[in-house]
Structure formats: structure tokens, C-alpha cells
T-cell receptor, first 114, second 112 residues
Framework: EPEVTQTPSHQVTQMGQEVILRCVPI?????FYWYRQILGQKVEFLVS????????KSEIFDDQFSVERPDGSNFTLKIRSTKLEDSAMYFC????????????FGPGTRLTVT | DAKTTQPNSMESNEEEPVHLPCNHS???????IHWYRQLPSQGPEYVIH???SNVNNRMASLAIAEDRKSSTLILHRATLRDAAVYYC?????????????FGKGTKLSVKP
């Protein structure tokens, strides 16, 4: 069964550093998402991406965040200057055309900012 | 986005049916009802969705009230692997590019 993969599984970085979280969505999917979950809290939507551009973003997704689909298979989330409060689990998700209900989530990347 | 209300937690015994309720009194006519679950230390996982009619799939059943202001996710025989947080989410079909707004969900514990 196809699945969404994410690398790395755990990333430790110092405050102020840039990080790039990587995701490989399911190959024939067209819609891509990033969500995050701070420890013990609910899953929060960050951004959706379709047709090589951002479709929608939440208030969390400020200028420090960016997304890219550099090569037609990877989907990345970049945080330019990490803050302590960016520590969270980051989930990538994808869905196919027409299936607005069924998003497939990756296992997540745990980001720890020290 | 329309809001949902779910109990914080529920308990079940293994191999017994589980009924997880969700209230969504402000649901609009175009809102689909989605259920996702999150097993410990994993990403969310799609369970089922519906609009007006009751729905069944290999994982669960979804019973939707006639006025659509509430729904119930039914696990017919709970297993230990079903212990997870279950989220009831409303999302208009074709709207918002399908991004999901998660609440706190219901934490289901399954006792052997």
C-alpha cells in the first residue's frame, strides 16, 4: 500500500537555525499539506499546496515558514529561523484529485529546538 | 469552520462495540463529516466520512442523525489496536482545499 514518508524522523536544532523537513507524498496525489502538533496539544493545520502554489495557510504559517516542491516528488517545509516554540511534531499529508475527504498522513518529524 | 463537540475520553472492553458520539449543531448543508484517528506516536489516519446517509467500510460505520446535527462512529468489535484519539471533523466538499481542522477528539481506551 502506498504511503507518505518523512525525513528525518527526529531533528534537533539550535534556536535561530534553519531547518528543512522533507516529505515524499504518494506519487499520484496532487494536494499536499503540512500540519504540526505540539506535545500534548491538538493537530494544527499549517498550509496546503496545489499546482505548485500555496492554496491556503493558517495564522501559524508566517514569513518564517515556506514550502516547496522542488523536484516533482519531494515536498519540503522550511523554517528559516527556528524558535523554541517551533518544537513540535510536523506531519505531511497528501490526497488525490477529487478525494477531499481522505488525506494520507506521514509518520511525522519530531523537531526539537534548543 | 463549523465546530464539533466530542467527549474527552471513553473506555471500552476488547471485542465489544464502541459508539463514539459527535455533536455538530452548526453544520452546513455542504459539510461532510469526517472521522480520523491518531494512534499513539503516529500521524492521523482516515477512518470514514459521510454526508447524509449512514456509511460502512472495513474499519467502521458512521451513523448520521436525520437532522445532521450529530453523528456516531461505530467500531463493531474493539481491539487493543483501536486505542487512539478519534477526531470528528467537518469540511465542506471542495472548500478550503480539504485542509482539516482538528479538535481535541475523544481518547478511546480499550481494556483487555
Amino acid at each position: 500500500e502506498p504511503e507518505v514518508t518523512q525525513t528525518p524522523s527526529h531533528q534537533v536544532t539550535q534556536m535561530g537555525q534553519e531547518v528543512i523537513l522533507r516529505c515524499v507524498p504518494i506519487s499520484n496525489h496532487l494536494y499536499f499539506y503540512w500540519y504540526r502538533q505540539i506535545l500534548g496539544q491538538k493537530v494544527e493545520f499549517l498550509v496546503s499546496f496545489y499546482n505548485n502554489e500555496i492554496s491556503e495557510k493558517s495564522e501559524i504559517f508566517d514569513d518564517q515558514f515556506s514550502v516547496e516542491r522542488p523536484d516533482g516528488s519531494n515536498f519540503t517545509l522550511k523554517i528559516r529561523s527556528t524558535k523554541l516554540e517551533d518544537s513540535a511534531m510536523y506531519f505531511c499529508a497528501s490526497r488525490g484529485l477529487g478525494k477531499s475527504y481522505e488525506q494520507y498522513f506521514g509518520p511525522g518529524t519530531r523537531l526539537t529546538v534548543t | 469552520d463549523a465546530k464539533t463537540t466530542q467527549p474527552n475520553s471513553m473506555e471500552s472492553n476488547e471485542e465489544e462495540p464502541v459508539h463514539l458520539p459527535c455533536n455538530h449543531s452548526t453544520i452546513s448543508g455542504t459539510d461532510y463529516i469526517h472521522w480520523y484517528r491518531q494512534l499513539p506516536s503516529q500521524g492521523p489516519e482516515y477512518v470514514i466520512h459521510g454526508l447524509t446517509s449512514n456509511v460502512n467500510n472495513r474499519m467502521a460505520s458512521l451513523a448520521i442523525a436525520e437532522d445532521r446535527k450529530s453523528s456516531t462512529l461505530i467500531l463493531h468489535r474493539a481491539t487493543l489496536r483501536d486505542a487512539a484519539v478519534y477526531y470528528c471533523i467537518l469540511s465542506p466538499y471542495g472548500g478550503s482545499q480539504g485542509n482539516l481542522i482538528f479538535g481535541k477528539g475523544t481518547k478511546l481506551s480499550v481494556k483487555p
